[in-house]
């Protein structure tokens, strides 16, 4: 596997991650540490916090996709999920917390020029 390659799997692995806390722990003790929130605050935005961990599974599975279609079919797989990626690192990160910039832009970043350089 090349390094670029695993750069991509272990951003799919955060996603998947990012998944299961906004999907099924946003309301426990762990998942409200990891976003800062009150129980209050949880209980209020759980459906929506789901839907968002439904789209953070969705960018999984594209670069999963890319993954299992190898370097030639699974490029532009890669390319346009880790594009995703980036994106919504960008917007979480002006919108929501600084954090997400490191969290998601910046891997989804190396990634593409992991890519680019094809190592």
Request: aromatic share 12%; net charge positive; proline share 3%.
């Amino acid at each position: 596997m090349s390094f670029a390659n695993l750069v991509v799997l272990l951003i799919a692995l955060l996603h998947v991650y990012i998944l299961v806390l906004e999907m099924f722990l946003w309301d426990t003790p762990k998942g409200m540490k990891a976003f800062n929130l009150t129980p209050e605050q949880a209980a209020q935005t759980k459906v929506l916090a789901a839907n968002q961990g439904l789209y953070n599974g969705f960018l999984a599975a594209g670069l999963f996709w890319g993954l299992i279609q190898g370097d030639a079919a699974g490029g532009a797989f890669k390319v346009f999920f880790l594009l995703c990626v980036l994106v919504a690192g960008l917007y979480g990160a002006a919108t929501a917390n600084r954090r997400i910039l490191f969290i998601q832009t910046v891997p989804a970043l190396l990634g593409l020029v992991l890519l680019y350089l094809g190592v």
